[in-house]
Each structure stands twice: as structure tokens, then as C-alpha cells.
T-cell receptor
Framework: DVKVTQSSRYLVKRTGEKVFLECVQD?????MFWYRQDPGLGLRLIYF???????EKGDIPEGYSVSREKKERFSLILESASTNQTSMYLC???????????FGPGTRLTVL | QKEVEQNSGPLSVPEGAIASLNCTYS??????FFWYRQYSGKSPELIMF????GDKEDGRFTAQLNKASQYVSLLIRDSQPSDSATYLC?????????FGTGTRLTVIP
């Protein structure tokens, strides 16, 4: 059974803190994605990765960075969290050549 | 212009009726089209995909694609209260998917 897991369901951080969101998939998928989802704005792509150590900017990469040291793990980093980064963060993965993306349960991040 | 446009709704239909959800997209080169269902507080889950013009049926769900009009739709027959959710349309881009903002569907018992 396909599985994408995220490290936390809910997270509360303070402005200026460094935040790590972890995503792990057990399907041996090459591609991994980080989205944020906000009311009225839908899913917006932050970063994606096609392979280990590879990363590509999505539509809204500002204020974020990513790390992919292992195939199964894709981390999203907020270097200095700000209140406008309060959002639901969704990780997804897919196999190369297959556009179907499988989503993790999401992390609801609140930055105070 | 957004890559993928959906009516945000809410769309309300009575139980047993047909719910029709629509989506338009801007990139004529898009090849694959997906419908995801997202329950409140949950992550999106894939319910249908379609690659070719015409209709594709899966149980109570039918996806319709018209590439000339750049239009894709989802019909839900015999709507059930459990179908109440937000439905996201997604379209392939160069390297990833573009998502619409979703249509919220409420099925009234």
C-alpha cells in the first residue's frame, strides 16, 4: 500500500525560528513535491525534486529551502519562519513517467 | 491567467442527483488530467484520471475531456452525503501538476 508520511500533523513555531518539515515515502518514487495550501489559493508548489540531491523551484520558493539526501526523504526548511508562512503543508510523491501524485497527511503549521 | 480554473462553489445537490464539476486549463500541451477529492482537514486523494478525449467511467464517477475546448469535467451520479468534499482538478505541466483551487461540493440528504 502506498504510503507518504509527514513528521508532524500540527506544529506551532515562533517568528524567526528555523523549522524543519520532514516527508518520507516508502514507494521508491523518484519525484517528491512540497506544496502549501491556503483557503482560496489552492495548492501551490514550493519545491520539487526528481532525484537525490536534485531540487527545482516551484511557484513560491521564497523563504523556503529543501534537502533530499536520500531517495525516500524530502525535507522542507523554513530558515526564519514568518507569520505569512502559517499554512497547511503537503508533501507528495510520484514515479517518473506517471503523473499521479500520492499525498501525505499534511502538516498544519502555525507561526506566532 | 491561472493555469487551471475551477468554480469554487459551493455546489449543493440533493442526495441521488448528478453533481457536475467543471475545470478549464490554459496549456494546450497538457496531456494528463486528474481529479482529486479532499475531505475537510485531510489530504487530496486521486479518484479519476483521463488522458484521451471523451468520457471515462469508473463506478459512479465519469470524467469528460475535451482538449479542443481545454475543458475537463467530473460527473458524480447518484450523489451521496459521503461525496461532500472539495474536488481538485489537476493538469500536467512541463514537470509537475498544476492544481485548480477546488470546488466544494455539498450533498444534501
Amino acid at each position: 500500500d502506498v504510503k507518504v508520511t509527514q513528521s508532524s500533523r500540527y506544529l506551532v513555531k515562533r517568528t524567526g525560528e528555523k523549522v524543519f518539515l520532514e516527508c518520507v515515502q516508502d514507494m521508491d518514487h523518484e519525484n517528491m513535491f512540497w506544496y502549501r495550501q491556503d483557503p482560496g489559493l489552492g495548492l501551490r508548489l514550493i519545491y520539487f525534486s526528481y532525484d537525490v540531491k536534485m531540487k527545482e523551484k516551484g511557484d513560491i520558493p521564497e523563504g523556503y529551502s529543501v534537502s533530499r539526501e536520500k531517495k525516500e526523504r524530502f525535507s522542507l526548511i523554513l530558515e526564519s519562519a514568518s507569520t505569512n508562512q502559517t499554512s497547511m503543508y503537503l508533501c507528495a510523491s510520484s514515479r517518473t513517467g506517471d503523473n499521479e501524485q500520492f499525498f501525505g497527511p499534511g502538516t498544519r503549521l502555525t507561526v506566532l | 491567467q491561472k493555469e487551471v480554473e475551477q468554480n469554487s462553489g459551493p455546489l449543493s445537490v440533493p442526495e441521488g442527483a448528478i453533481a457536475s464539476l467543471n475545470c478549464t486549463y490554459s496549456d494546450r500541451g497538457s496531456q494528463s488530467f486528474f481529479w482529486y477529492r479532499q475531505y475537510s482537514g485531510k489530504s487530496p486523494e486521486l479518484i479519476m484520471f483521463i488522458y484521451s478525449n471523451g468520457d471515462k467511467e469508473d463506478g459512479r464517477f465519469t470524467a469528460q475531456l475535451n482538449k479542443a475546448s481545454q475543458y475537463v469535467s467530473l460527473l458524480i451520479r447518484d450523489s451521496q452525503p459521503s461525496d461532500s468534499a472539495t474536488y481538485l482538478c489537476a493538469v500536467t505541466g512541463a514537470n509537475n501538476l498544476f492544481f485548480g483551487t477546488g470546488t466544494r461540493l455539498t450533498v444534501i440528504p
